[in-house]
C-alpha cells in the first residue's frame, strides 16, 4: 500500500503540472483554474449562484466573489436578480462567456484526445474507469453508492418529473408548461412499458431515484427508438452513472431490431452533447422551438445500427 500511495502522489503531481495548474495558460485561457471551472459549472447549469460556485468549487464566499466580479468585468458573465428571491443573483453566460467555454471544452478534449491516442483501447477505459472511481473516492462523506437497475419503481413518475423541474426551472428557466409535458409524456409512456422495446432504467442511491433514462420503441415509428427523459440529479454529474445509465439502454436498443437510435434536445448543453457523440450519434437537425415554454434551438441527434 505505501508505494502504491506514493505512486498516486506522484502520478497527481505531474497531471497537475501537465494540465497547467501551476500557473501560466490554463485551458488555453488566461484565467485561473478557479474561474476557467466557475464559467463551465455555469455553462453546464450546475452552478446558478456565487453560493453553488462556493459549494462546487470549495472556495471561500469572499474569493468567488472576486473571480466572478473579474468575470463580470470580461464581459463573460451577467449577473440578474433572482426572481423568486431578491436577495439572490443568478449567473448567466454571455454569448462572449459562452464562446469562450466552447473554446475551453474544445481545448480540453484536444488534451484529452492526444493522451488516449497513445494508449491502447484497453488502458484509455482503465483510466477512464480508475479516474472516475478515484474521483469519487476522493469526494468526502460516505454517500451510498449509485446502483442502475431497471423497470418500474413505486414513484418513479412523480420523482423523474421532479428532477427535471427542478433541474431546468434552475438552469434554464423551464416552468409549469414544461412539468407538465414532462408529467404528462412520462405518464402515457408507462402504460405502455411492458410492451416490447420500450424500456426505463433508474440510478438509484439507496432507495432515492437520482437518474432516469427510457427507451421507447414505438412512438416515433417502426425500427426507431426514441431516447428520452435522460438526466442525472444536480451535483451527481460526471460520476459515471449518467454514462452507465446511456449505456444500459443503448445496449437494450443493440439488443434489439432497432434501425436506429433518436434524441430530441437543444443546444447550450455542452456536457451532454459530448456524452451523446462518444456514444455514437450525430446532429441531424436544428430548429427554434419552444415547446418547452422557453424559446431555445432544438436538436435532433441520431445513432445508425452499430457495423460489426
Known amino acids: 500500500?505505501?508505494?502504491?500511495?506514493?505512486?498516486?502522489?506522484?502520478?497527481?503531481?505531474?497531471?497537475?503540472?501537465?494540465?497547467?495548474?501551476?500557473?501560466?495558460?490554463?485551458?488555453?485561457?488566461?484565467?485561473?483554474?478557479?474561474?476557467?471551472?466557475?464559467?463551465?459549472?455555469?455553462?453546464?447549469?450546475?452552478?446558478?449562484?456565487?453560493?453553488?460556485?462556493?459549494?462546487?468549487?470549495?472556495?471561500?464566499?469572499?474569493?468567488?466573489s472576486r473571480m466572478l466580479a473579474r468575470l463580470v468585468r470580461m464581459g463573460d458573465l451577467i449577473e440578474s436578480a433572482d426572481p423568486d428571491d431578491g436577495r439572490l443573483k443568478v449567473l448567466h453566460l454571455t454569448e462572449t462567456g459562452q464562446m469562450r467555454v466552447q473554446a475551453i471544452h474544445a481545448f480540453g478534449r484536444g488534451q484529452v484526445a492526444g493522451a488516449l491516442s497513445r494508449l491502447t483501447p484497453e488502458d484509455a477505459a482503465a483510466v477512464v474507469q480508475g479516474?472516475?472511481?478515484?474521483?469519487?473516492?476522493?469526494?468526502?462523506?460516505?454517500?451510498?453508492?449509485?446502483?442502475?437497475?431497471?423497470?418500474?419503481?413505486?414513484?418513479?413518475?412523480?420523482?423523474?418529473?421532479?428532477?427535471?423541474?427542478?433541474?431546468?426551472?434552475?438552469?434554464?428557466?423551464?416552468g409549469q408548461g414544461f412539468e407538465a409535458v414532462v408529467a404528462q409524456g412520462l405518464s402515457e409512456f408507462c402504460t405502455r412499458l411492458d410492451m416490447p422495446g420500450n424500456g426505463i432504467w433508474l440510478a438509484l442511491r439507496g432507495d432515492e431515484i437520482v437518474g432516469s433514462v427510457a427507451i421507447d420503441g414505438q412512438d416515433m415509428g417502426p425500427g426507431v427508438a426514441h431516447l428520452r427523459w435522460f438526466l442525472m440529479e444536480d451535483g451527481l454529474r460526471g460520476g459515471g452513472a449518467g454514462r452507465g445509465l446511456l449505456a444500459a439502454a443503448l445496449a437494450h436498443v443493440d439488443g434489439l431490431a432497432f434501425a436506429e437510435t433518436r434524441l430530441w434536445t437543444f443546444a447550450g448543453l455542452a456536457a451532454a452533447r459530448h456524452l451523446y457523440e462518444t456514444s455514437g450519434f450525430t446532429l441531424q437537425d436544428e430548429r427554434q422551438g419552444n415547446q418547452w415554454g422557453t424559446e431555445v434551438l432544438e436538436q435532433l441527434f441520431v445513432r445508425r445500427v452499430p457495423t460489426p
Open 1 to 64: 500500500m505505501p508505494d502504491m500511495i506514493e505512486e498516486i502522489r506522484t502520478a497527481s503531481r505531474e497531471m497537475v503540472r501537465q494540465l497547467g495548474f501551476m500557473g501560466g495558460q490554463f485551458a488555453g485561457t488566461d484565467l485561473s483554474p478557479s474561474a476557467v471551472h466557475s464559467l463551465i459549472e455555469i455553462g453546464a447549469g450546475r452552478a446558478r449562484s456565487a453560493r453553488d460556485l462556493s459549494r462546487i468549487l470549495r472556495l471561500g464566499k469572499s474569493s468567488v
Open 131 to 174: 479516474l472516475s472511481l478515484y474521483a469519487e473516492a476522493l469526494a468526502p462523506g460516505t454517500a451510498a453508492p449509485i446502483h442502475i437497475v431497471q423497470g418500474y419503481r413505486s414513484g418513479m413518475i412523480g420523482a423523474i418529473t421532479a428532477m427535471h423541474a427542478r433541474h431546468y426551472a434552475r438552469a434554464w428557466g423551464f
